[in-house]
């Protein structure tokens, strides 16, 4: 069964940075990508950066965080990294990990979409302040 934790969330002061860790027991088959997706209070889960899991670990972001997230992955132990740096208020959030298929990794009109990730995390919370 696979089964996603994360760790490594807590609060940083605005500027600051952050590195949160996603552990897959296993990956099957059929995943394609590691998603990172965060949902802050009354708004919507939306996708900040994906990894491939072959293809050279190629990553993917969407502009909001280009240039100051950093998705990375060591793939002995099945465990991705999202390094957070410059961050900001707008940043804070519950950070989930998902697994996905193939149809899910992409980025289609700087949207990273929940749809054909199958398996998430619990989520790790990242708190920003100024």
């Known amino acids: 069964q696979v089964q996603l934790v994360e760790s490594g969330g807590g609060s940083v002061q605005a500027g600051g940075s952050l590195r949160i860790s996603c552990a897959a027991s296993l990956y099957t088959t059929n995943t394609k990508c590691v998603g990172w997706f965060r949902q802050a209070p009354g708004k919507e889960r939306e996708g900040v950066a994906i990894i491939y899991t072959g293809d050279g670990g190629k990553a993917l972001y969407v502009n909001s965080v280009k240039g100051r997230f950093t998705v990375s992955r060591e793939n002995a132990n099945n465990t991705v990294f999202l390094q957070m740096n410059n961050l900001k208020r707008e940043d804070t959030a519950t950070y989930y990990c998902?697994?996905?298929?193939?149809?899910?990794?992409?980025?289609?009109?700087?949207?990273?979409?929940?749809?054909?990730?199958?398996?998430w995390g619990q989520g790790t919370q990242v708190t920003v302040s100024s």
């Open positions: 998902a697994a996905g298929r193939a149809i899910a990794c992409m980025v289609v009109k700087d949207q990273i979409l929940p749809d054909g990730f199958d398996y």
